[in-house]
């Protein structure tokens, strides 16, 4: 219980320090270290922006997100409107091949499709859309399909994660095949167990990973 009192204390400090954070709008509930969040939000940014908030706290095993989008009336905007202002701002993000993502728009809920090199394009999108005045909530189903042979994925996944957990690396197994990525074993917060997936999503020719590394403090 008094871990649970002490995390849920980091947590609102940590969302009150973020100024991306309306943190006077939302809850924070912590039981056996899982973190669960409730309140309601003027934009999918400011939701987006809590949940990172709370992966940066050490010492959380898992995140139930519960926070609804209420838009202000002076941000609503049409599905037409959104579609084609996501559109736009894809088009404009250098990084991206815009001409391979396709927008729809239902309600607020912008869902994407496509495909991209990498999954650093894929989030990319997402956060680009996820900023706009009117969307309420972004599923993106954009594929990573990489162009790169994936022969010395494992290597360079064990390597990442050895610089991001270096002290607990050993205990983590790294098991590729056909580009995805499964990772097991066990980390000693969630923060790092969130460092050995982006290592892994940051290997050339991986186009899924399945993280079923345990939180054990």
């Known amino acids: 219980m008094k871990g649970d009192i002490q995390l849920k204390q980091h947590v609102v400090e940590e969302l009150a320090w973020d100024p991306a954070v309306d943190a006077t709008e939302v809850g924070v509930q912590v039981k056996d270290g899982v973190v669960t969040l409730t309140g309601h939000l003027s934009s999918h940014a400011g939701k987006y922006a809590a949940e990172k908030a709370v992966r940066r706290v050490p010492g959380v095993k898992g995140l139930a997100v519960?926070?609804?989008v209420r838009l202000p009336d002076d941000a609503q905007r049409t599905d037409a409107d959104i579609a084609r202002a996501a559109s736009n701002i894809l088009a404009w993000?250098?990084?991206?091949?815009?001409?391979?993502i396709q927008v729809m728009v239902e309600d607020g809920c912008v869902t994407l499709t496509g495909t991209v090199d990498w999954n650093y394009q894929r989030l990319a999108a997402e956060h680009a859309v996820g900023g706009l005045y009117g969307v309420v909530s972004v599923a993106n189903a954009i594929v990573v399909q990489p162009a790169i042979a994936a022969h010395d994925v494992k290597e360079r996944i064990a390597r990442a994660i050895e610089?991001?957990?270096a002290d607990?690396?050993?205990?983590?197994?790294?098991?590729?095949?056909d580009g995805v990525v499964t990772l097991r074993g066990s980390l000693r917060s969630w923060a790092e167990r969130?460092?050995?997936s982006e290592a892994?999503?940051?290997?050339?020719g991986v186009s899924e990973v399945s993280n079923i590394i345990q939180v054990n403090l």
Not at 94 to 100: C, E, I, K, W, Y
Not at 168 to 177: E, F, N, Q, S, Y
């Open 200 to 204: 892994a999503w940051a290997a050339p």
């Open 93 to 100: 993000t250098s990084v991206l091949p815009a001409d391979r």
């Open 168 to 177: 607990d690396a050993t205990h983590v197994a790294v098991d590729v095949k």
């Open 163 to 165: 610089r991001q957990a």
């Open 66 to 68: 519960e926070i609804d």
């Open 194 to 196: 969130e460092a050995a």
